[in-house]
């Protein structure tokens, strides 16, 4: 049972009184903010207020004698040991719905209240949809219940923005306005909203600092079709440089503001037309919209396809960010390699904080791109793991050590994953680690047609391993920003994943295999989407360098291709870096050239 049961016990039965006060059965909590971000502010972290639940994804549901939290297979593990079981059910989303578990446990006809800023329509259908059969009714509340009984709550940040060079951006913010104007005027609207935080940064050439690892600043945007634009924000965050840069285009607001704004643009009723999202749009906005009778265009929000796909300076930036960042990985594990297993005491955070001294040791560095997941032994098999003072396990004896990082530079976003033999490891961890490197060759290395799809892909990466029974529980790839968002939705590499690639676009290769109570293992690079020698054919170039540990490779399970492929990733790491490595980190990376 974790530590802090009876803060969460009491924090539950306050909740359960004001859910009953505000006459409701029940409230659903996600683990959201109100702009639809990964990371989140302080002040928005009410999951894990409530259930001590701190994984990226989740949702809880609180009904008057029930509870439950519930996340995907990343988090299996991590919900068994940060919550308690006896206040919540424990569920997998991908198994039970929040709509599903309501629809199974809450009483006919129940009214369930949840927070407008917090869910999107789309999210609100599906649990619908789940709970018509019973006549449960969701209700929308403007204002979070949580945050009434949260008498701690941190304040919302208030850091400045700041301009993103255009000439790394490959395009000015004008020109991006003006194209983007041009896709709402083809459709029919007025106007497009813009909710997501990176979606906004990219569109106006600015970085904020509002949370942790990503560089987003909190705000709104209504994009006009004459390509003029509203930035709903705290206005002391816009600096004189933002707006001189952005001309007479920027109209900067404060938050209350949005609705007036909202409703002049629907001068024509019936005929004007307001894009938005319904995927990833808070569901408060489709309300008013709809209360003041103003059409909707519901369609993809139009700047993910155009910031996933970098110019070409975005990817000259991305190379540039990785060859600091592979030159930081490598003295890392150098430093591990000579220090294991001896009078250098060595955990799990001493060594995430000894990566973040080699990252800032080196030039360009902002900040990690999401928080370094560093696990020995069993804590390797937690995919999503983060040590903290009571989890955190030395680093000494046989085992597997796993390292899954990455850093914000200001020319690109990096993230790479090594894992790393502590002692001697077992055959077992050695074929299966081999396993894992045929997978991740196998992406790498492979010329597909443009019309594959990342499912087609994610079979290449699970196929040695399923050979003998074995897979992992979670996507292959994701998209991954330019000095943005970690995870990007812009396509990926997973079982369901349909959307199709496109040149410029970069993407994490990333098998992994864990075995609960054991280990785990993850090797991780980042590719950029290019157009191979074939016609109609793309392939990926690798843009991560850092050397995989020979301790753990089999020779005799790769075959001729695959060695070959890494022997030339090896020199490439070694071309890469060697303006930027001393003799003697050179000499110790010929030592990881083992084929």
């Not at 196998?442 to 594959?452: I, M, P, R, Y």
């Amino acid at each position: 049972m974790p530590e802090n049961t009876p803060i969460y016990q009491d924090r539950v039965s306050s909740l359960r009184k004001e859910i009953s006060q505000k006459g409701l059965d029940g409230y659903i909590i996600p683990r959201t903010d109100e702009f639809q971000g990964e990371f989140l502010a302080p002040y928005a972290e009410r999951l894990a207020w409530i259930s001590g639940f701190t994984g990226s994804a989740g949702s809880a549901v609180i009904l008057p004698e029930k509870a439950v939290v519930m996340s995907d297979g990343r988090y299996t593990l991590q919900l068994r040991e940060e919550v308690d079981s006896e206040l919540f059910d424990l569920e997998d989303s991908t198994k039970t719905s929040v709509g599903e578990w309501l629809k199974q446990q809450a009483p006919e006809g129940a009214h369930i209240g949840y927070d407008v800023w917090l869910y999107t329509p789309k999210q609100i259908e599906e649990i619908k949809n789940h709970c018509m059969e019973k006549a449960i009714k969701l209700k929308s509340c403007t204002r979070n219940i949580i945050d009434a009984i949260w008498f701690d709550q941190p304040a919302r940040p208030h850091e400045k923005l700041s301009l993103f060079p255009d000439n790394v951006a490959g395009k000015s913010a004008a020109e991006k306005c003006d194209e983007i104007a041009a896709q709402i005027k083809q459709q029919g609207a007025v106007a497009c909203l813009l909710s997501v935080g990176d979606s906004i940064c990219w569109l106006l050439n600015v970085r904020g600092r509002d949370i942790d690892y990503s560089p987003l600043c909190q705000s709104y945007v209504l994009l006009h079709r004459d390509g003029s634009v509203d930035l709903f924000i705290d206005p002391s965050k816009v600096t004189g440089e933002i707006t001189e840069k952005l001309g007479e285009r920027l109209r900067v607001y404060g938050f209350d503001a949005l609705e007036g704004c909202l409703l002049k643009i629907g001068k024509n009723k019936g005929k004007d037309k307001l894009w938005l999202d319904r995927n990833s749009t808070p569901i408060w906005f489709e309300q008013v919209v709809k209360k003041a009778g103003i059409g909707i265009l519901d369609a993809p929000d139009p700047c993910v396809l155009p910031k996933a796909v970098k110019t070409s300076s975005e990817c000259e930036a991305i190379r540039k960010a990785h060859i600091a960042d592979g030159a930081a990985l490598t003295r890392f594990l150098k430093w591990i390699d000579e220090n294991q297993n001896t009078s250098e005491k060595m955990d799990e955070i001493s060594i995430e904080k000894k990566l973040e001294e080699f990252r800032r040791a080196g030039g360009g560095y902002v900040g990690p791109s999401f928080a370094t997941i560093a696990g020995f032994a069993d804590n390797g098999a937690i995919v999503h793991y983060r040590a903290d003072e009571k989890s955190c396990r030395e680093i000494k004896g046989d085992g597997l050590l796993l390292v899954d990082s990455g850093g914000q530079y200001h020319w690109g976003t990096t993230d790479i994953t090594r894992t790393i033999a502590i002692g001697t490891p077992s055959r077992e961890m050695q074929e299966n680690y081999t396993r894992v490197l045929k997978g991740h060759i196998a992406v790498a290395s492979t010329v597909f047609h443009k019309e594959t799809t990342g499912i087609e892909i994610d079979a290449l990466a699970r196929r040695s391993l399923r050979e003998v029974g074995l897979d992992y529980a979670h996507g292959t790839g994701h998209g991954v920003g330019c000095y943005l968002c970690v995870h990007e939705p812009s396509t990926g590499i997973s079982p369901r994943e349909e959307k199709l690639f496109k040149p410029g676009m970069l993407i994490s290769n990333e098998p992994g295999y864990y075995k609960e109570g054991e280990y785990g293992i993850r090797l991780e690079n980042l590719v950029l989407v290019q157009q191979s020698d074939q016609p109609d054919h793309y392939c990926f170039e690798t843009v991560s360098f850092a050397p995989f540990d020979p301790k753990l490779i089999v020779d005799g399970m790769l075959n001729r291709a695959e060695k070959k492929w890494l022997r030339n990733y090896l020199k490439c790491i070694k071309d890469s870096l060697s303006t930027i490595l001393s003799t003697e980190e050179r000499a110790w990376l010929d030592t990881q050239i083992k084929l």
